[in-house]
């Protein structure tokens, strides 16, 4: 338990080259998740691979090796009694031991987000006109992103995505309103993160550009229209049914 896990990472991308060709490759990976600075429900995981497949694991939560395979299956039952006080151990010796560099190289950063407001074409429905923000490349996880109107939360007719991984330690979020717009009012996107000394404010109006506004105000127009048409419609048919016209 000595060896550190970048050697295994260093394994894994190693191998990794050799994939397309035909043989058997076996590697490891040990990792330890960290959810939180007291070390409270800290876990240490080691993997263990053959061919690609994960065929045994000992995780110290469960506090033993599982085998997920029939040649896994008996590793674990072997292992359990040869090597169980090696793993139970580098949950102290290695996860708890280099928590505070962790948290000092990686865990400790923030990265404010990059937001965007634009408009999108809505889906088929009962709203004309469309928003999304979009808050990219920010770092923790964690983020909360919530639409207001004159001031007001809005909770209905919103969709939001999970935060996205982009693959290189940042995230990525997207949040959609659906919504008939008024005259005067102000629609906000409020974005909310750890980076961020305050809420975000972002106004539609000022950053929407006037092509995407005209857009929106086209739409409206032409739902007043059709409610126009449908109302004069239906005064037409019941004067015509009581035979006025």
């Given at each position: 338990m000595s060896i550190p896990i970048a050697f295994y990472i260093c394994l894994t991308l190693f191998l990794s080259i050799f994939y397309g060709i035909d043989g058997y490759f076996y590697h490891r990976v040990s990792e330890?998740?960290?959810?939180?600075?007291?070390?409270?429900?800290?876990?240490?995981?080691?993997?263990?691979?053959?061919?690609?497949?994960?065929?045994?694991?000992?995780?110290?939560?469960?506090?033993?090796?599982?085998?997920?395979?029939?040649?896994g299956v008996k590793s674990a039952d072997a292992w359990n009694k040869d090597y169980l006080v090696q793993e139970l151990g580098a949950l102290e010796s290695y996860c708890k031991y280099n928590a505070a560099i962790y948290y000092g190289a990686i865990l400790d950063k923030t990265v404010?987000?990059?937001?965007?407001?634009?408009?999108?074409?809505?889906?088929?429905?009962?709203?004309?006109?469309?928003?999304?923000?979009?808050?990219?490349?920010?770092?923790?996880?964690?983020?909360?992103?919530?639409?207001l109107r004159d001031g007001r939360e809005v909770k209905s007719d919103v969709i939001s995505t999970e935060e996205l991984a982009?693959?290189?330690?940042?995230?990525?979020?997207?949040?959609?309103?659906?919504?008939?717009?008024?005259?005067?009012?102000?629609?906000?996107?409020?974005?909310?993160?750890?980076?961020?000394?305050?809420?975000?404010?972002?106004?539609?109006?000022?950053?929407?550009?006037?092509a995407e506004r005209n857009k929106i105000a086209i739409g409206a127009s032409g739902l007043v229209l059709g409610a126009i048409l449908a109302l004069a419609g239906l005064i037409y048919y019941k004067k015509k049914s009581a035979g006025v016209l």
């Open positions: 330890c998740r960290y959810s939180s600075k007291d070390l409270q429900g800290i876990e240490y995981i080691d993997s263990f691979y053959f061919n690609q497949a994960e065929h045994v694991r000992f995780n110290s939560t469960v506090g033993k090796y599982v085998g997920y395979t029939e040649y404010a987000p990059h937001v965007r407001l634009s408009s999108v074409t809505p889906p088929s429905g009962r709203h004309p006109a469309m928003l999304m923000c979009s808050a990219y490349d920010f770092y923790p996880k964690p983020i909360r992103v919530t639409w982009n693959g290189d330690w940042y995230y990525q979020i997207h949040s959609h309103l659906e919504y008939t717009p008024r005259s005067g009012e102000k629609i906000s996107c409020m974005v909310e993160h750890i980076s961020l000394s305050e809420p975000m404010m972002y106004h539609c109006d000022p950053s929407l550009p006037e």
